[in-house]
């Protein structure tokens, strides 16, 4: 080889390898379909930054248990969130309304996410035999046809949980209901000369993973959706940090982010590339605590929701609040003495550490639950805004 080729050789692979190490990491954010008709509901489609999105997991669809039908929370809800607004007139929806139409217009896919907490009792059964399975797989093809997704995202939560009617043979069901999913998209892609996507919501405990038959899973999935948040909340004894990135104490080294990725990379031996975290836009309030570590009487419901606590709750509080910040969890957290009100949150500068953690470890990206909730009155996204101008820094250096 001359000196010339040798040069643009070395050339090419150096570029090549910028790339790759310049990759754009994936932003993942969670919609909850259910919130269109609340007071407060301030996303709708037209509103969402799809430009700082790469896939919007649309949450969610309810499997039957024959597989035979997949269907939303809420029919009208749906049609017009996903579709847009109908002309009257012709029967046909306006173009660039729904929020598939729009986000597939600034280059970002729309995933259609299945099951949830309150939604995974179907699943053993669905997945306990060959017929409904493959009835399942080609319900999903159907979804796909109908709206425009770009995939599939399977939020079974959890195989072999008794809660959720599962069984023992939920773990190698699991791994069946997925197989038979990928190759149905597979098919269906190689007709459309496109790629569909298939990826799950996975937990961030070794007592959950194990009931997965993660070896196999990571194969078939193209994407790994790691729930790290709720690892405490008010169904536990003592308040605690809903999603802290470190350990807080010597006591609680596995309830945290570093754990869950050190969990699936190096126990389960899935490519870190494959592993999106998730990031918490949503607190957990303590009643009756004005400490970590104690002793609570369940979520403040007096003066935050009953339907939660998102971060547009928390600023629209924060001067009632003291804030803290334990540097061992890169956690923040608030306390109002006078309410006896301690409220385990993510606020920018917690996020931005997650988001550079992830980038540092050669992580996939990221996952929001969910967009809504740092979505405030004037139109800003804090938290997102973190995490995309961390990810974007990271690509020009």
């Known amino acids: 080889m001359t000196y010339s080729r040798l040069w643009w050789s070395l050339l090419v692979i150096s570029c090549l390898s910028l790339c790759a190490m310049a990759q754009r990491k994936e932003i993942i954010g969670y919609y909850p379909s259910w919130k269109w008709n609340r007071p407060h509901w301030l996303l709708t489609p037209d509103k969402i930054p799809y430009e700082k999105l790469t896939i919007i997991n649309y949450a969610f669809f309810i499997p039957s248990a024959d597989g035979k039908n997949i269907a939303g929370k809420d029919s009208v809800g749906d049609q017009l969130l996903l579709r847009g607004v109908k002309d009257k007139n012709t029967g046909t929806y306006f173009p660039h309304t729904g929020l598939v139409d729009l986000a597939h217009q600034h280059g970002t896919k729309v995933m259609i996410s299945l099951g949830g907490w309150e939604d995974s009792n179907n699943f053993p ?16 093809i159907e979804l796909i046809e109908q709206y425009g997704f770009d995939g599939i995202d399977i939020d079974w939560e959890f195989p072999c949980l008794a ?8 773990k190698e069901n699991y791994t069946k209901l997925l197989k038979a999913t990928r190759e149905s998209l597979d098919a269906y892609g190689k007709q459309t000369d496109r790629q569909y996507l298939l990826t799950a919501a996975l937990p961030a405990t070794k007592a959950g993973a194990q009931n997965v038959e993660m ?7 193209d994407m790994l959706n790691i729930m790290t948040y709720d690892l405490n909340g008010e169904w536990d004894a003592f308040s605690g940090h809903n999603a802290p990135l470190y350990p807080p104490r010597t006591d609680d080294s596995l309830r945290n982010i570093n754990a869950a990725l050190l969990l699936y990379t190096v126990i389960f031996k899935v490519p870190a590339s494959k592993v999106n975290l998730g990031v918490p836009f949503y607190a957990h309030t303590y009643r009756d605590c004005t400490a970590l570590y104690t002793s609570h009487k369940g979520a403040d419901v007096e003066h935050f929701s009953t339907q939660g606590c998102f971060y547009y709750d928390i600023v629209k509080s924060l001067d009632k609040f003291t804030r803290h910040w334990d540097d061992r969890a890169k956690a923040p957290y608030l306390i109002n003495s006078s309410w006896k009100t301690l409220v385990s949150y993510d606020d920018e ?17 990221l996952i929001i639950w969910e967009i809504t909730g740092d979505y405030l009155e004037n139109g800003e996204t804090p938290l997102m805004d973190v995490i995309y101008s961390t990810f974007m820094n990271s690509m020009k250096k």
């Open 125 to 140: 059964e669905l997945a306990a035999s060959e017929n409904t399975r493959q009835a399942f797989a080609r319900s999903c």
């Open 215 to 221: 070896e196999e899973v990571a194969t078939l999935l």
């Open 349 to 365: 500068e917690s996020i931005g550490y997650k988001a550079r953690y992830v980038v540092d470890n050669n992580a996939c990206g």
């Open 163 to 170: 809660d959720h009617k599962g069984t023992p043979n939920d």
